[in-house]
């Protein structure tokens, strides 16, 4: 053979073997046949995508990215249903949620009987001695809606401690035992920011109300490091099937350590934001560490503080009287007091540059919060702080346009309205009900809205959630044009809220919370194109497939 031809096949052979050695530029994953709706501004839909690694690739028509794919790549076809990004809870209790998939369930007990039976129940199942907790009651559902008392539950529970919440968590029902090993009687003072519900003869009911919770929750024992692992693995596997991808987890507390645990151990399916009471700021801001500090799976740096209790409870701060009970308007709670000491950790843990998020419901409470926010502001200087209003649930109108003006946050609980709007009007009337879930307004006036659950309050299921934004049915079926249904919004903006808004409301809106190009590969496809349903059936819309960071994580079968 000539010197040449020896030349040429070797030069042959090295080509050969440097293009089998390099990486394939096909996709892993396609979707094709899709109605993608992106929440790109620059890309509002597509009919497919193309994911490789942990990213989205590309999108387009189906003929081009279905090109693209190679010998390994998984092809989907969609059959025109909807692909959305991962939803985004910006409010969870997370291992509170995990917890609930396995405490007694009394969410739809419909009566104190039955109330009653499912306790009694649950507890002869667990050994005795241990606590019965959980259980998500709502005493609005009951004929009369009257609160229960310890007296409902002692005959089925003499050997189990009895501490079950209300849906909203600002209550909650202690059974006798539970109030004997809290040393509770008729002579415990009252805790300020707090109620301990009591009869006419000044007995406690059993009945305690937001920091009055804590005379009972000191002596529950606390759960092992076993038992919330197990709690956050049944949480991100719930999650999975909701196609929710990421949660800001406001009780996260001491629990990031097992959530950074998870993680190293390829457990989670769910990017976290682990947020921590305002009350131990310090121990953030002494490390330096700002907020939204960590990496695409798992960060810290925010901080929440709660101004008053709930409506459910009577305990959302008012500026009039309730209606049904006129000698109360609610509660500021143990945080706001002494006056001041909210906004000197405001403003101390804002100059630290820590992620400020406070609850408040009732509508003097986000007066309040707005003032306390515009003060701390203003004394820290200009910068990109994203305080939030967690709920932000009742507003007179001279305070909707100040979450727009402010650049306040606001960060909602959509299922609440559906849930609220059965009994609403009774505790505050329906002139002030017009400020209730604004989300119309607050949107028309520059607000950022972020959708969430408040789970295990509401269901995770992102569903519901938006069936309750766009339709504002409420559970009890009696307001089918909706309740105060000028406060309506489209599924677009709701969707929107739900990804890009709550990314936004965790400084993540750049890696996440729409589908473009180098963004991580999170997304939901659902059964069926909700864009063509009537709105009224998307709580019947279920999950086909989530992917997050560019993997399947859950399918249905």
């Not at 892993?28 to 620059?42: C, E, K, Q, Y």
């Not at 059965?422 to 505050?428: G, L, M, S, V, Y």
């Not at 999950?543 to 859950?554: E, L, P, Q, R, S």
Request: net charge negative; hydrophobic share 40%; with cysteine.
């Amino acid at each position: 053979m000539k010197l040449s031809n020896l030349i040429v096949a070797a030069l042959l052979a090295m080509l050969t073997t440097t293009q089998a050695q390099q990486p394939s530029l096909a996709p892993d994953f396609v979707i094709v046949n899709a109605s993608i709706h992106t929440m790109d501004a620059a890309r509002p839909t597509a009919g497919a995508l193309a994911i490789a690694g942990n990213r989205i690739m590309t999108l387009g028509a189906t003929t081009e990215i279905r090109s693209l794919a190679g010998a390994k790549t998984r092809v989907v076809d969609a059959n025109e249903r909807t692909v959305l990004p991962g939803f985004n809870d910006a409010h969870v209790h997370w291992l509170m949620g995990g917890f609930s998939i396995t405490n007694v369930d009394l969410r739809d007990a419909t009566s104190p009987q039955e109330f009653a039976r499912r306790i009694g129940e649950h507890a002869k199942k667990i050994p005795k001695g241990r606590w019965v907790l959980g259980g998500d009651w709502d005493h609005e559902k009951w004929p009369g809606t009257p609160l229960p008392a310890k007296e409902m539950i002692d005959a089925v529970t003499p050997d189990h401690p009895v501490f079950v919440n209300r849906t909203d968590g600002h209550m909650a029902l202690a059974n006798s035992l539970a109030l004997k090993l809290a040393k509770v009687t008729k002579e415990t003072k009252e805790v300020p920011g707090g109620l301990i519900v009591r009869d006419a003869n000044g007995e406690p009911t059993g009945v305690l109300k937001d920091a009055a919770m804590d005379l009972v929750d000191k002596v529950i024992p606390a759960r092992s490091w076993d038992e919330k692992h197990a709690a956050a693995l049944a949480a991100t596997e719930h999650a999975a099937q909701a196609g929710v991808t990421s949660v800001q987890d406001m009780s996260a507390g001491d629990d990031v350590g097992l959530y950074q645990y998870m993680l190293e151990h390829g457990e989670l399916k769910t990017r976290i934001y682990g947020i921590r009471s305002i009350v131990s700021w310090e121990v953030l801001g002494q490390t330096g560490v700002r907020g939204a500090f960590g990496n695409d799976w798992l960060r810290i740096g925010g901080l929440k503080g709660f101004a008053d209790g709930s409506l459910g409870s009577s305990t959302a701060l008012f500026f009039e009287p309730y209606n049904d009970i006129p000698n109360t308007r609610g509660l500021l709670f143990d945080q706001m007091l002494p006056e001041g000491i909210m906004l000197r950790r405001v403003e101390a843990a804002d100059k630290a540059g820590l992620h400020v998020m406070i609850h408040a419901i009732g509508d003097e409470a986000n007066f309040q919060i707005l003032d306390l926010f515009k003060q701390a502001a203003d004394k820290n200087g200009p910068r990109d702080r994203r305080f939030r209003i967690e709920h932000a649930q009742h507003l007179r109108p001279s305070e909707i346009k100040r979450f727009g003006a402010q650049k306040v946050i606001a960060s909602m609980q959509p299922y609440h309205c559906a849930d609220d709007g059965r009994w609403c009007d009774k505790r505050i009337g329906p002139e002030r009900a017009k400020g209730t879930y604004a989300f119309r307004t607050l949107l028309d006036t520059g607000a950022v809205l972020a959708f969430g659950t408040d789970w295990t309050v509401a269901p995770l299921n992102p569903m519901e959630s938006l069936k309750a934004a766009v339709t504002r049915q409420t559970l009890d079926g009696k307001h089918p044009d909706g309740w105060v249904p000028e406060q309506k919004i489209s599924l677009e903006e709701a969707i929107h809220a739900y990804t890009l808004g709550s990314a936004y409301a965790e400084f993540q809106e750049k890696v996440k919370g729409s589908l473009a190009p180098d963004k991580l590969a999170d997304l939901v496809l659902l059964d069926r194109d909700i864009y063509q349903i009537d709105l009224s059936k998307l709580d019947t819309v279920k999950v086909a497939m989530t992917i997050v960071d560019g993997k399947v994580v859950w399918e249905a079968k």
